[in-house]
């Protein structure tokens, strides 16, 4: 499902280059829950950014489901990421002035594609969130917005989810929630990629990478 060859990535920035990967190679198979973890700055979001097609690799290569991500063009990319990755992040990322239900169905907007209103709304009731499908994300709790960002990753259906540290600001009763649906999509067939300080989410991972300095530790 995932393969990376050799990537490096390097930031420039004004105050000069800032190193964040250091030559990564690995694979992750179709139907696997891999978890990532190791300290922060060491490249844990970056390296999940590049395999979801929004940080370009200085060198090296990422291949998804058999594309070559960053050989395609940007508005390839885009449709491709849509099709068929949902990303999760730590600070949920919703749009601050549409409703739950505009949010979920901002992919729509996004990539086209034929999910549509009814199909948000049967995440929402799968997450519980049928009653604030029309609240704004500052009217919800924070286990309510990331069960929302949940619900709009996985609107088109993804083969692959890649997560950043999506438990990282929930008590642990809504962290809980969140990675039993992160499991049951897992169980359902699907890729995952987790990025997690967490020991109570990396025991839902078959396997686990460490990264320390921007290369993977041993
Ligand atoms: N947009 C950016 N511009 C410049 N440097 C960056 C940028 N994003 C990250 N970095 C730097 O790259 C390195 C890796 O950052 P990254 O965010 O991938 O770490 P991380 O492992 O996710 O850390 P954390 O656990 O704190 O989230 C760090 O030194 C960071 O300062
Ligand atoms: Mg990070």
Redesign the pocket.
Known sequence: MIALENVRKV?R?KRGE?P?LDGVSFSVAAGEFLTVR?P???????LLLTIGGMVRPTQGTVTVDGKDVYALSAAQRAAFRADNIGFVFQMFHLVPYLTVLENVLLPTAAGGGSAGEAEALALLERFRMTDRAHHKPAELSTGERQRAALARALLRRPGLLLADEPTGNLDPENAAEVMSYFTEYHHEGGTVVLVTHEQAAADHAHRTVTIRGGKLAQ
């Open positions: 930031y920035t800032v964040a190791g922060s700055g060491c490249g844990k979001s970056t």
